[in-house]
């Protein structure tokens, strides 16, 4: 009976997670957690508030807070460089530009938040489909063989 050594989260051959991975991941983070600050926010005022519509407030809280876990999720996938989560990171700040461009429209306070959000939505995007970000998370071309042990 031989003893194996116990597996390490890193192994030998492994690079180590590239900074554009990371920061990705950080961005997609910081995402989720304001989608899902604002949500708990309008679930908030939607029970103790005088919104406009006390169940309008309400699903909308509900509803981004679920929207919240997208990113989320790619943030955690991001950093534990699971190929599967590229198309989430990918999908959340793709559906984040139009939003930004809404608060860009507005005439009010609403802008800087715009600005902000567009900025993170292009950083992020360019940040995931770097060729170095794609090859950390063991995504190739078409045809390409990918890496068994990164699709879980």
């Known amino acids: 009976m031989s003893a194996e050594p ?22 997609a983070a910081l995402e989720g957690l304001a989608v899902l600050a ?23 809280g509900v509803t981004l807070i679920v929207l919240a876990l997208l990113p989320l999720l790619a943030a955690r996938g ?28 507005a005439d009010s306070l609403a802008i800087p938040g715009g600005i902000a959000l567009a900025v993170v939505a292009v950083a992020t995007l360019v940040l995931v489909v770097n060729p170095e970000t794609t090859r950390a998370l ?3 071309g078409p045809g390409g063989a990918r890496d068994p042990k990164r699709e879980s």
């Open 78 to 105: 991001l950093l534990l460089r699971r190929s599967w989560s590229r198309g989430p990171a990918i999908i959340t700040q793709l559906m984040a530009l139009p939003v930004a461009y809404n608060l860009l429209q």
């Open 6 to 27: 116990n597996p390490t989260p890193e192994t030998p051959d492994a690079e180590p997670r590239p900074r554009r991975l990371t920061a990705a991941a950080a961005l």
């Open 138 to 140: 063991g995504i190739t």
């Open 38 to 60: 604002g949500g708990l926010y309008m679930l908030v005022l939607g029970f103790t508030g005088d919104p406009d519509g006390r169940r309008q407030a309400v699903t909308g």
